[in-house]
Structures are given as C-alpha cells and as structure tokens.
Nanobody, 124 residues
Framework: QMQLVESGGGSVQAGGSLRLSCVASGYTYSDVSMAWFRQAPGKGREGVASIHAGINRTHYADFVEDRFTISQDVAKNTLYLQMNSLKPADTAMYYC?????????????????WGEGTQVTVSS
C-alpha cells in the first residue's frame, strides 16, 4: 500500500518562500501521477500542481501564476513543491496525493492516496 508523508510547511511572511516535500513508499509501479492540493478553512480542496514523471508532464492551477514549481526525484521517491512569492491567500493545509495513470490532473476526486498534510501560513 502506497503511503505519503509531507513535510516543509511553516509560517512565513508575504513574499517569502517554502519548499514542501512528500516522501512516497510502498509502491513499485511507475505509471503514477502525483500532485499537491490545498484546503483553506471553510473552503474545498483545490488542486495546486501535478506531475507525471514518466511522460514529463506538469500542470498548474491558474492561481499559481508561475510562483510555484512542482518536481519529483524518482530515485528518492520524493515529490517537491517550491513556493515563492507567497501570499496570505496561499495559507492552507497542503496535501500530497497520488493516483495510477494520467489525466484529471488537478481533480481531487480522482486521487485515491493522500498524505496527512502540512500547514502553510503566510502573514501580511
């Protein structure tokens, strides 16, 4: 059973940067899409960025506006999200997720494996 563990969240001021990490374990298949989602208090879970290393495809939500970069170190089974120019609106719990195959890149309902989340708080 695949497991995901996130880390790297914290509190920063607006304009600052954070790098989130997600270590995956317990799987051997290669056709896996991985993604970052976030959920702010009182709001639904929304896709931030996704990646499929096998076909070298990445997708980003419009609100990212070139501020975030998703990457994956396959050898280390680790997914990253580099977040720059953070805004208070980016404050949320950030989740790492995975699914088999491609498509539906930023749709939470299509992902069936989730981490516990890491909190990101951006102050003005």
């Amino acid at each position: 059973q695949m497991q995901l563990v996130e880390s790297g969240g914290g509190s920063v001021q607006a304009g600052g940067s954070l790098r989130l990490s997600c270590v995956a374990s317990g799987y051997t298949y290669s056709d896996v899409s991985m993604a970052w989602f976030r959920q702010a208090p009182g709001k639904g879970r929304e896709g931030v960025a996704s990646i499929h290393a096998g076909i070298n495809r990445t997708h980003y939500a419009d609100f990212v506006e070139d501020r975030f970069t998703i990457s994956q170190d396959v050898a280390k089974n680790t997914l990253y999200l580099q977040m720059n120019s953070l805004k208070p609106a980016d404050t949320a719990m950030y989740y790492c997720a995975a699914k088999r195959g491609t498509g539906w890149w930023l749709m939470p309902s299509k992902y069936n494996i989730w981490g516990e989340g890491t909190q990101v708080t951006v102050s003005s």
